[in-house]
């Protein structure tokens, strides 16, 4: 409704026409349900009127940056800085509310046209901070802005469809991010839901990472667990819920604007679980995989990210495994290597998955210095049933034994298959046999249960 700074309240906003469950507990501000209800009484008054109104989205987009390195209680201080300086440009003309977690949206009734929207854009940009200064350092504020206008013919699920998708395009820009449109161009410009969402996702904490443990067949111990990303989607199923895997979302997320912060989401939450395993597991060596993407790699706070989460979690860069996709990264690999072997060099160990199928030829090995080798489950599951499988197997473990390489195995599902890779003298295995990718407080709940299934791996006079 109205808003007005005032000193005497946390954040300056004096009056909120709002019902108190919903209020952000963070900014003051009306949440996103009571904006999606002021969308509705405006779309119904436009319809009754003929009249338009704009609407803004307004994104910190480094906050996952801020938290990862200055941590959260200054991102929370950041996104109060941006609520106040949006509750001054808005004044009493629009109505503002915190939509998602690192954006807020604004509400402008009576805008007819571009030249409109663009004043008020430009308004709103000229009130939100570049920079926080706290007692002993200054934070970067990395805004972006998206405004479109509304239309009599959309809903107010289609109209937020039409803000995301541009709030993407603009986040995505270099330079200024603000992207402003005067026609509601969703319904004919058929945007890509599945990139939007993905932003809403990673914004409202839908993604979760499961992990699977990596066994010692010599030792029959847990060394590891991958963490693999899933997206718990609350709208994907015909009942609601549904657990996501990450072959229907990888590509769309690889050009999405999301698969740095992400990344770095993925690398921080992993290397928090190795460092509690460790402790409970006994196991100071104990590591964490991760995959790499390209774009993260190219990104220039790479190898910083990287060394702030070893940091943090009180880890050794040993305890570090990032798995590079050679069908992913392709012809790339020779440019970003170096940028990898800054991060190798720190003690970070770097592996290469796929190996011995498509791109992920042995003459990577003559280019590329890898620590880990990963076998495929494609070469794994004809173990024990046709004798050219194991002789492939065989060959590529001593090929990378030779090169200097550990080598760990994927798809492991039967007892033949870990014996077969035994006698070949593959080091490390991963599997249905010793554990189904699971969420982190099912892995930290069921330990005693991981270490029994990992005895299996040992060799039978050492059970």
Known sequence: MVFRRSTDTPNGIDSIDAPV??????????DRWQLENWLSQQ??????????????????????????????????EVLQAVSEG?????????????????????????????????????TIMKGLPEQVAFENFVVPVEIALAGVMSDPELSERLLLVDAESTLAEARSKQGSRVVVRDEAYGVRRKPDILAVRLQRAFDADEFQLYYQPIVSLTAGVVVGFEAVLRWLSPDAGPSGAELIQPGVFLDALRASPIVVPLHAWVLHKCADEIANW??????????????????????????????????????????????????TTGLELDSLWPTIQRVK??????????????????????????????????LIKGLGMAEEDEIIIRNLINLAHDMGCHVIAEGVETHSQAEVLRAAGCDLVQGYLFGRPAPASEITRELDEVIKLARQAAPPKDR
């Open 278 to 327: 460790s402790k409970q597991l006994n196991i100071p060596s104990l590591f964490g995989a991760t995959n790499l993407d390209p774009s993260f790699i190219k990104n220039r706070a790479f190898q910083q990210v990287v060394n702030n989460v070893i940091a943090e979690a009180g880890l050794q860069p040993t305890q570090i495994l990032l798995d590079l996709n050679a069908n």
């Open 345 to 378: 060099a720190d003690g970070v160990g770097i592996a290469l998955e796929d190996f011995g199928i498509g791109l992920g030829s042995p003459d990577l090995m003559r280019r590329c210095r890898f620590d880990v080798i990963r076998l495929p489950r494609a």
């Open 21 to 30: 469950e919903h209020v952000d507990g963070l900014t003051g501000l009306p």
């Open 43 to 76: 779309l119904t008054r436009n319809r009754r009127t003929g009249d338009r109104f704009g609407m803004f989205l307004v994104s910190v987009c480094n906050l996952v940056e801020i938290n990862s390195g200055y941590g959260s209680a200054v991102g929370d």
């Open 86 to 122: 949006l509750a001054s440009a808005v004044g009493e003309r629009g109505q503002l509310a915190r939509y998602l977690g690192s954006e807020f949206a604004v509400l402008w009734p009576g805008l007819f046209g571009a030249e409109e929207s663009n004043r008020v854009a430009e």
